[in-house]
T-cell receptor, first 118, second 114 residues
Framework: GAGVSQSPRYKVAKRGQDVALRCDPI?????LFWYQQALGQGPEFLTY????????KSGLPSDRFFAERPEGSVSTLKIQRTQQEDSAVYLC????????????????FGPGTRLTVL | KQEVTQIPAALSVPEGENLVLNCSFT??????LQWFRQDPGKGLTSLLL?????REQTSGRLNASLDKSSGRSTLYIAASQPGDSATYLC?????????????FGTGTRLQVTL
């Protein structure tokens, strides 16, 4: 498709379960981002990939969160042993991501995955 | 640490009114600023992007301005319509590469009434 897609759109997990969230970025986009959005808040940065390299994971809230992008395209965000505080919408974004001055690095977002941990 | 604030948190206006949404940020060394729209249960739709060297951008009934030195941006919506009802988020980008993460405000929830 033309835009960023995410699956599943909704996920309900029991506390302690592992979950995996998938992101398909816009084809050819170098940069990929994951954000977490709690109810009534703005999104907060989790992690950033440039191609397959994870260059920044400073926003991951704990070592239960793990992200990968092994072939520089599709990315998976995995949360192990989910807790109730992990309930949020997880947004993925991609951008051309090149540092040339004339490129604006505009980020395009997917529809998000709403995770509810019971 | 960059902090982004949006005022007001919520706004209700009658159809046809012009309105201004405000965004302020603490670190003026930004690369660009984006305004997004978010409908309930949906992702973010990019409305306007202003590069740090620009003062404003326009798209249809929307106009966004940027004053880097004072750390402020405004989103002006002309002749509001019920379909404009949504949450509007502003976000700043500090740089490219490893600095390319967006820092968001908490949003302004807009309702346009008939």
């Amino acid at each position: 498709g033309a835009g960023v897609s995410q699956s599943p759109r909704y996920k309900v997990a029991k506390r302690g379960q592992d979950v995996a969230l998938r992101c398909d970025p816009i084809s050819g986009h170098v940069s990929l981002f994951w954000y977490q959005q709690a109810l009534g808040q703005g999104p907060e940065f989790l992690t950033y990939f440039q191609n397959e390299a994870q260059l920044d994971k400073s926003g991951l809230p704990s070592d239960r969160f793990f992200a990968e992008r092994p072939e520089g395209s599709v990315s998976t965000l995995k949360i192990q042993r989910t807790q109730q505080e992990d309930s949020a919408v997880y947004l993925c974004a991609s951008s051309q991501g090149l540092a040339a001055a004339h490129l604006v690095n505009e980020q395009f977002f997917g529809p998000g995955t709403r995770l509810t941990v019971l | 640490k960059q902090e982004v604030t949006q005022i007001p948190a919520a706004l209700s206006v009658p159809e046809g009114e012009n309105l201004v949404l405000n965004c302020s940020f603490t670190d003026s060394a930004i690369y660009n600023l984006q305004w997004f729209r978010q409908d309930p249960g949906k992702g973010l739709t990019s409305l306007l992007l202003i590069q740090s060297s620009q003062r404003e951008q326009t798209s249809g009934r929307l106009n966004a301005s940027l004053d880097k030195s004072s750390g402020r941006s405004t989103l002006y919506i002309a002749a509001s319509q019920p379909g404009d009802s949504a949450t509007y988020l502003c976000a700043v980008l500090l740089g490219t590469g490893t600095a390319s993460k967006l820092t968001f405000g908490t949003g302004t929830r807009l309702q346009v009434t008939l």
